[in-house]
């Protein structure tokens, strides 16, 4: 392993190489478009640095702890002495015999995309111009069970070898008939909830676990089967966001039949 310090800096000037591209269309529509001095140059710069800062800390917790640690607990959920008689007679895996990697996939997609800041920022902005009509917790709970539900199928179709289109598309037969039938003003929330969650906390984990899979699962690529549980955790919240709109709605309607 490179030397921490070492390995700050290589990130560091690494992070300021990539930034520099957003920094230099910013500054010069800026200039040379708008034609107008930035204001407060000292404090645009210092917030700059805090990012390329946070970016190289971030990348460096990524190489040195996230990416390690998802790796690590998907070899020790599938190492044979945990799981048992993996293989059937026939050679063929038993899907069965992962239980614990599912309910572990599930329970790591729930846990980040409940602290993913980008999901509390849109719960909070999607509460206020609502007037209240879709509450914070209750979106953040419904994003988190997708991806919770999206990882752990995901997870079934590296064990089981399945190909990903068969799911994706199926999934968005789904998703374009709930959209007929849910209410308007959850379709455009519920289609973004699946882009918020591919965000800081959530890939990392969710990548590092499907690599890790599919590096010990006897009979699959990592690269053909390691990647795609991004997709299954965008897919889903589509899904369970528009389901729990449909839900609010339908209480709603039984609570005003009900009262009069």
Known sequence: MNNPLTLFFDTFFSTVRDVIPIIAIIFGFQLFVLRKALNNPKRIFLGFFYVI???????M???????????????????????????????EIDWQAYYWVYLFAAAIGFSTTVAEPSLIAVAIKAA???????????????????????IALGCYRIVVG???????????????????????????????????????????????????????????????????????????????????????AYLQKKHAQRSS
């Open 61 to 91: 917790g990524l190489e040195l702890a996230l990416f390690p640690l998802g790796s690590s607990m998907a070899e020790q959920l599938t190492a044979t002495d945990f799981v048992g008689a993996a293989l059937k007679a026939g050679g």
């Open 162 to 248: 399945d190909p990903l289109h068969y799911y994706i598309i199926t999934g968005y037969v789904v998703v374009v008939i709930q959209t007929y039938f849910a209410p308007p003003f959850i379709v455009p929330l519920a289609y973004d909830s699946g882009g918020v969650t591919t965000s800081t906390v959530t890939v990392p984990l969710v990548t590092a676990l499907g690599l890790g899979l599919a590096s010990t699962v006897p009979g699959r690529n990592p690269m053909l089967d390691g990647f795609g549980l991004i997709a299954f955790a965008s897919l889903f919240p589509m899904i369970t966001v528009m389901g729990y709109a449909q839900i609010t």
């Open 128 to 150: 206020k111009v609502s007037g209240g009509a879709i509450r914070v917790n209750g979106l953040r709970a419904s994003v988190a069970l997708g991806v919770a539900m999206g």
């Open 53 to 59: 800062l946070g970016l190289s800390l971030f990348l």
